[in-house]
């Protein structure tokens, strides 16, 4: 239910209050109401409130989320993304491994296991170096 309450203003203010009112196609009462609530909502004392420091805040908050961001792309992703990488080739490593035992006499081991080095070596080599090229075109 709405009950009719009166507040005095200043002539100052209540210009202030009509020409911000008007601007936004508000009624003086919407106005009001909005303006508290904003104030109310957010714990914050409108004779204080400066919008440019709310600003900085929250322009800090985003660059700290970027360089968090950032970090962990490169440490932490890149070493999970190295891990997986060296996951996959000796999974190829292994599927080679069977189909060369099956195939080939059981001295060839060796062999195998001397050219799985060399393979895995390269294919690492070959992973990281793509890593390099899309973090360069990522970092300006």
Not at 99 to 114: D, F, G, N, V
Request: glycine share 2%.
């Amino acid at each position: 239910m709405y009950h009719s309450k009166k507040v005095n203003v200043s002539e100052a203010a209540h210009r202030r209050i009509e020409r911000e009112a008007e601007r936004l196609n508000l009624s003086h009462k919407d106005y009001v109401e909005a303006t508290t609530a904003f104030f109310a909502g957010r714990q914050l004392d409108p004779r204080t409130y400066q919008p440019e420091a709310t600003k900085q805040l929250l322009q800090q908050a985003v660059d700290r989320l970027f360089s968090y961001l950032v970090h962990q792309e490169k440490y932490l992703l890149k070493t999970l993304l190295e891990e997986a990488a060296k996951a996959r080739i000796l999974g190829e490593v292994s599927v080679n491994h069977l189909l060369c035992l099956r195939t080939e006499e059981p001295e060839s081991y060796q062999r195998l296991q001397q050219q799985d080095q060399q393979y895995l070596s390269d294919r690492l080599q070959q992973v990281l170096d793509q890593l390099d090229q899309e973090s360069k075109k990522v970092s300006p």
